[in-house]
């Protein structure tokens, strides 16, 4: 408690005539920029989401510090680098108590926070709530055909947080949602048929679920084999997601002081890059980590357009306390993003992402990846990576403006100043698949919630 006395005694200035803003956090699972208008997408994708960065400020480029849902929530709540708070996909793996979340700041500064999250990975055995007084990961929605399928919907989410709204909790509030679409498997309420084009590549079903080669075991559709079909079903889920966000920011707006909004996702997804399909998790490519950031200011004050410099998901947590006008942390390795017309971005700093055999560095408009461990069969833990995530070359690509940075230049010798950056992150952040022993005593995960992941296609013993 004595690390956050200040804010304490900052809530017990400001309890009386509190003018500080509502703010609503929105996740959104495995959503690429790249598939929003406003991202270079198809026209009216994501038109609601694209019209609160029009009206507030869109970031260019926005990385997730890992192309997997636990360990980039983990950081986007916390503001540390996946090795500091530990959060893998390992289901043993939860959030230590000594990483203080944005939710527990904002708590202690006197907003009532509640989440409401539809990925079964955020179950609160994952310690993801710490911080919130109310954290609902009820999921509702189950698939004939798929045992153990259980999600929530966006319109379900949707309508537990404005229940939640109704119940006038005391402003200032601090509200976090996370919608579960457009993860798959691609299965938008109300969508009609869906048919393969006569002709084009069909993809075989593999049997498993990585992607590699073919449709993953837990997205296999009756009937489609086509990317055409798959990416179709994938652009209708973010068309009812994007309905359902509408609904959630008209109902808050309507029910008290419009809060401040940020909006992003937790990673990407594979289209065909590397040769994998629809899924995630297997590199640190431009598909898997990019990821939208919009902001919508609160009344009175304007954003700044569009906002080029590449950022991180690390920086959520500390724009949020800024807007709260709370001091950040030390222990944030984030910072507070120039979100209003006239803020001054903050100088150049390298951006690190994690996945489980790769790593990456963005500085500038440059991009740099390569294996962790060059050359290695095994993971740190002596585990085989095996084939269905073989090596990738060591490469790099430049962010080019509206672009979606696909084309990879590999490198065959190390490219300074960025494989310095790297390495030298890598040397002090080394990466463990393996959960403390503390986070192992923590308790034994649920079966169900087991069975929930693998229809997800989780590997739950990752």
């Not at 004939?144 to 989410?157: D, F, K, L, V």
């Not at 594979?270 to 990019?290: M, T, V």
Request: hydrophobic share 35%; aromatic share 6%.
């Amino acid at each position: 408690m004595t690390r956050i006395l200040g804010i304490a005694l900052l809530a017990l200035l400001t309890g009386c005539g509190d003018s500080r803003p509502n703010l609503l956090l929105v996740t959104i699972d495995t959503l690429r920029a790249d598939r929003l208008e406003c991202y270079g997408g198809p026209p009216g994708i994501g038109h609601r989401l694209c019209e609160l960065g029009a009206e507030g400020t869109r970031f260019e480029w926005a990385f997730s510090t890992a192309p997997s849902t636990s360990p980039s929530v983990a950081s986007l709540l916390t503001s540390l680098h996946v090795p500091d708070h530990r959060v893998t996909q390992n289901l043993e793996s939860t959030l230590p108590d000594e990483a203080l979340s944005v939710a527990e700041v904002l708590g202690e500064a006197g907003y009532a926070t509640a989440a409401f999250v539809s990925n079964p990975m955020l179950h609160r055995v994952r310690r993801m709530n710490q911080g919130f007084d109310v954290y609902d990961h009820r999921m509702q929605r189950r698939e004939p055909n798929r045992p153990g399928y259980a999600e929530r919907n966006a319109a379900e989410t949707t309508q537990a947080a404005l229940a939640w709204a109704r119940t006038k909790p005391p402003e200032p509030w601090f509200l976090w949602v996370h919608y579960q679409d457009p993860h798959g498997p691609y299965l938008p309420p109300g969508t009609g048929p869906v048919r393969d084009p006569d002709n084009g590549r069909r993809l075989p079903v593999l049997e498993n679920d990585s992607g590699r080669g073919g449709i993953p075991r837990y997205q296999a559709l009756p009937g489609l084999a086509s990317p055409e079909a798959y990416e179709q079903l994938y652009r209708a889920e973010i068309a009812q997601l994007d309905a359902q966000f509408e609904a959630l920011v008209d109902g808050l707006d309507a029910l008290g002081a419009p809060p401040a909004i940020l909006v992003t996702a937790d990673h990407g997804e594979a289209f065909g890059e590397d040769g994998y399909w629809f899924a995630h998790g297997h590199s640190a490519g431009i598909d898997q980590i990019r990821v939208p950031l919009l902001f919508r200011p609160a009344p009175g004050s304007r954003g700044k357009g569009v906002a080029p410099e590449p950022v991180s998901l690390v920086d959520v947590a500390p724009t949020l306390l800024a807007l709260a006008g709370t001091q950040v942390p030390q222990a944030f390795v984030g910072r507070a993003l120039a979100v209003h017309a006239g803020d001054t971005p903050a100088a150049e700093r390298p951006l690190f992402v994690e996945a489980s055999r790769q790593a990456a560095v963005v500085v500038g408009r440059d991009y740099y990846a390569r294996d962790r461990h060059p050359g290695a069969t095994v993971s740190s833990e002596g585990r085989a990576w095996g084939d269905e995530n073989p090596a990738l070359p060591a490469r790099t690509t430049t962010l080019r403006p509206g672009g979606t940075a696909a084309r990879y230049e590999t490198v065959t010798a190390p490219r300074a100043p960025l494989e310095d950056a790297l390495a030298a992150y890598l040397e002090e952040h080394p990466l463990t698949d393996t959960p403390p022993a503390d986070d192992r005593a923590r308790g034994e995960v649920p079966g169900a919630l087991r069975d929930q992941l693998r229809a997800l296609g989780y590997d739950s013993d990752e």
